[in-house]
Each structure stands twice: as structure tokens, then as C-alpha cells.
């Protein structure tokens, strides 16, 4: 009997560097405050967000994601060329096919690496981060690139009185290797379809299509039922985190929440119990919510403001429309 070879992968990953992309121009709330008869001080109350990142025409998803990526390898200290994987999650991307990867991996000088898109909302960093480690530890892949990037302007109204102020536009990216010790531990992931209407597209493109005046189909939201569910379960989800990763909430230095809400992040550190020592990702003041992008800009601006250092243990957690989550526990490269 022929007996096949198998792949042979490294005993862990780790994150070898992060790279980002915020948009240049800055939205303060009171530029949208008027479309939807609310206040700065309403909106930074019940969300925490001062202002937002707004993307231009050409700060596209592709443009965005090869900046994010380009500084990732830089700090990676990696050749797009050693790049075998490159995993891009987003909702943003507005061609159904191809996938935009493919794109970002060529533009990026990689050796022709497989490439594919993920769609996971908020959740797709993590999604994709646990993929990239996956492969690389079963042997697919030696170095795999995750980028997670979204322009939620492009679909978002900004007459939505419940999304307007939410939603922003960025990039962030991870350039993942092989290790000899745990840099991603094991996620923690799933969905509950049974909530898969309270953040949604409006409606599906065929009916967009169909009506009288067709326009961009944006998100809509039930923010108060995500807002709880992400406030309970998110918090129990993290806990299993930790203990899937044998450690405890005082074993942490960085809290890393997907970009949501202040007041989720301060929901989810309290029923949590986390130790003063242990630093909260709060990007959502200057950056909004960019749904996939969320947790590497979140990520990337603690490293830069040395909030986080190298080797510092992170909790990262993403939750969003699916309802999808995924979380897992890194080592800051
Ligand atoms: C969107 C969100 C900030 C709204 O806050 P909220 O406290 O739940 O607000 P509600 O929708 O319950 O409305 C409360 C009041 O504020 C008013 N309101 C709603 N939107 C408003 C706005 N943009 N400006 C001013 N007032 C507003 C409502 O009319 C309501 O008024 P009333 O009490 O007189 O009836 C909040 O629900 C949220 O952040 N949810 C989670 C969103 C999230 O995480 N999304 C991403 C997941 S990936």
C-alpha cells in the first residue's frame, strides 16, 4: 500500500509583527451630529467615541490593506515574498468575487500565495488569526499574513440615527510565524445564528435591485440587544479563554475588546474582575468602530504608545453580526 507524506508544521505560532492604517481624515461628532438630531455629548456618553476615521476615495480596502500589511512585515522583519497565506477579513470588499485578497497578495510581491477572504464581522481578525495559526502549525503555510480592513462608510447611512456615529473605516494586519512556544493560544469561537438579524445588511442585493429607486443596502442594528449580549456572554466567553490558555485574569498585561462600545469594554472588565495592571484597548475614542479592523488597530496603538511590550500575555475578543466571536490569547511580538 502507498502510504502519502504528511505536512509538517511548527510545534506553535506567535504574531511577528502588526501594522495599521488609519484614514487621514478625523470626523468629531459634530459633524454628524445634526443628520441625526443627537449630541457629542449623547454619543460620547452611550458609546465613547469623540471622533472617527473617514476614508477617501482613494484610501480603498485594497490601498488600506497593503499599507497596514507593508508595516507589518517591516516590523515582522519578513519578505512579502516568505508570505504563503494571506487571509483577508472584511464586509467592505464590494465585488462579490473575486476575493480582494488575491489583490492585496499580488500588489503586496508575494510568490503568487493562496489567498481568500473571510467573512466574519467584527469577529473576522480573530477568525482569520486563528486560521493563520492553524496552518501554519499543520504545515500549510510558514508565514501567514492577516488583515483585517473594512470601509463601513461605504455602507453605513449616516442618517441612521443608530449607526451613523458607530461605524468607521481602517486596517490592521498581522504577519504570523512559526515558534517554539505558545504565541497564539486556543480559540475560543462560535456563532448564534438565531440572533442573525440584529446587525445586518438591510437588505439582500436581488431585492435592492428589484425596488423602484435602488440604493446602497446599509447596516442596520438592534444596538440594545447587542449591546446586551455582548456585555453578558462576551464576558463568559473570555473567562473560557483564559482557561483554555491555563492562565487567570492576573496572569494578563493587555485586554484587547473588539472596538465596539467604552461602555461594553467597561461592562466586560468588571464582570471579568480584571486587575488594575492589566491594560484596556480604548481605540474607539479616536477610531470608532471598524469591525474587522478593530482589534489590530486597538492592538497596534497600545504597542506604538508602549502600553503594550513585547512578550506582554493579550486577551484578545471579537464579537459582531452573526452573531460571530472568536477569542484567543497572544503574546505581544
Ligand atoms: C447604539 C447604542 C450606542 C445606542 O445606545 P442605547 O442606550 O442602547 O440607545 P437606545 O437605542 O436604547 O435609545 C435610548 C434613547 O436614546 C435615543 N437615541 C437613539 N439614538 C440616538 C442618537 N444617535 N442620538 C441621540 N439620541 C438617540 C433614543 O431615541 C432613546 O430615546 P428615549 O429614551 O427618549 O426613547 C448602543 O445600543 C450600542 O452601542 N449598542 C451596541 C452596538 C455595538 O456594539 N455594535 C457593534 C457590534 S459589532
Redesign the pocket.
Known amino acids: 500500500m502507498i502510504s502519502l507524506s504528511p505536512s509538517v508544521g511548527s510545534p506553535h505560532s506567535r504574531i511577528l509583527g502588526i501594522g495599521t492604517y488609519r484614514p487621514s481624515r478625523v470626523v468629531p461628532n459634530s459633524e454628524l451630529i445634526e443628520a ?4 457629542d455629548e ?2 460620547q456618553q ?2 465613547g467615541i469623540k471622533e472617527r476615521r473617514f476614508a477617501s476615495p482613494e484610501e480603498t480596502v485594497q490601498m488600506m490593506s497593503v499599507a497596514s500589511s507593508r508595516q507589518a512585515l517591516e516590523r515582522a522583519g519578513i519578505e512579502a515574498a516568505q508570505i504563503d497565506c494571506v487571509i483577508v477579513a472584511t464586509v467592505s470588499h464590494m465585488l462579490q468575487t473575486p476575493a480582494v485578497a488575491t489583490a492585496i497578495a499580488h500588489e503586496l510581491g508575494t510568490d503568487r500565495a493562496p489567498a481568500f477572504d473571510i467573512s466574519a ?2 469577529a473576522g481578525f480573530c477568525h482569520g488569526l486563528a486560521l493563520g495559526s492553524d496552518l501554519i502549525r499543520a504545515g500549510s503555510a510558514k508565514h501567514v499574513l492577516v488583515v483585517g480592513v473594512e470601509r463601513l462608510t461605504d455602507i453605513t447611512s449616516l442618517i441612521d ?6 461605524f468607521a473605516d481602517g486596517a490592521g494586519a498581522a504577519v504570523l510565524g512559526p515558534s517554539e512556544e505558545v504565541g497564539i493560544g486556543p480559540v475560543v469561537w462560535g456563532s448564534d445564528g438565531e440572533q442573525f438579524d440584529l ?1 445586518r445588511q438591510k437588505e439582500d442585493w436581488r431585492d435592492v435591485l428589484e425596488a423602484d429607486r435602488p440604493e446602497m443596502p446599509h447596516l442596520v ?1 438592534q ?2 440587544a ?2 446586551r449580549w ?1 456585555a453578558f456572554e462576551m464576558a463568559k466567553t473570555a473567562q473560557e479563554t483564559l482557561e483554555r490558555s491555563g492562565i487567570t485574569v492576573d496572569d494578563l498585561d493587555v485586554f484587547v475588546p ?1 472596538q ?2 467604552m ?2 469594554i467597561d461592562a466586560m472588565a468588571r464582570s471579568m474582575k480584571l486587575p488594575e495592571h492589566v491594560k484596556i484597548a480604548r481605540d474607539i475614542a479616536e477610531q470608532g ?1 471598524t ?1 474587522a479592523a478593530s482589534i489590530p488597530l486597538a492592538l497596534g496603538r497600545m504597542i506604538d504608545e508602549g502600553e503594550a511590550k513585547s512578550g506582554d500575555i493579550a486577551l484578545l475578543i471579537a ?3 452573526g452573531l460571530a466571536y472568536a477569542a484567543q490569547v497572544v503574546k505581544v511580538p
Do not use: E
Not at 441625526?36 to 449630541?39: A, E, K, L, Q, Y
Not at 440615527?161 to 458607530?166: E, K, L, Q, Y
Open positions: 441625526i438630531d443627537s449630541s449623547w454619543i452611550r458609546s464581522a467584527c440615527r443608530g449607526t451613523a456615529f458607530i446587525i442594528m444596538g440594545a447587542v449591546f455582548a473588539h465596539a462600545n461602555r461594553i468602530n469591525s464579537f459582531g453580526a
